[in-house]
Structures are given as C-alpha cells and as structure tokens.
Nanobody, 111 residues
Framework: QVQLVESGGGLVQAGGSLRLSCAASARTFTNYAMSWFRQAPGKEREFVAQITSGGNKNYANSVKGRFTVSRDNAKNTLYLHVNSLKPEDTAVYYC?????WGKGTLVTVSS
C-alpha cells in the first residue's frame, strides 16, 4: 500500500507563490503517473496537473503558465510549484497516484 502525504500549503497573498510537496511511501511511486487535484469550498474536486512516469506533463487550463508539476523519483516526491496565485486558487490540494490519495494540504489566497 502506498501512502501519500502532502505538505507546503498555507496562507499567501494574491500574486504570491508556494511549493507543494507530496511524499510517497513506496518506491513503486516511480511507476505511477502522479497528479494534483484541488477542491475549493462548496465545489467538486477538480484536476490541476499531472506528470507521467516518463515526465510528460498536463495542466488544467486555469493553471497553465502559473503552476508547474515536477517529480523527484530518487526522493519519491511529487511537487507543485504554484505562482501568481489568485483568490480562486484557494482550495485543499490533493496528491493522487493510481488508486491512492493523500489527505490534502490547504492553500488559502487572500486578496
């Protein structure tokens, strides 16, 4: 069983940046396409970004050009660099790989 633990969330002003991390418990992490999702208050969970095991990346249109997903397979860690943050980016950000989900890290963007 793979455990995923997110960190790096917090309160930031609009225009600011954060780096979110997702630490995986197993080396099988390298075999998975890994994704970030987010869920804003009162809204459904939505896709944010994905990076495949081969390093191909996909982004939701709403974050293209502002967010960057990356992975360090040696550290079993997934990252999401979030820049030019907007109040509408406020959400709990979740890490996903296969059937596994983390518990999320909260990002709050103040205007």
């Amino acid at each position: 069983q793979v455990q995923l633990v997110e960190s790096g969330g917090g309160l930031v002003q609009a225009g600011g940046s954060l780096r979110l991390s997702c630490a995986a418990s197993a080396r099988t992490f390298t075999n998975y396409a890994m994704s970030w999702f987010r869920q804003a208050p009162g809204k459904e969970r939505e896709f944010v970004a994905q990076i495949t095991s081969g390093g191909n990346k996909n982004y939701a249109n709403s974050v293209k050009g502002r967010f960057t997903v990356s992975r360090d397979n040696a550290k079993n860690t997934l990252y999401l660099h979030v820049n030019s943050l907007k109040p509408e980016d406020t959400a709990v950000y979740y890490c996903n790989g296969g059937d596994y989900w983390g518990k999320g890290t909260l990002v709050t963007v103040s205007s």
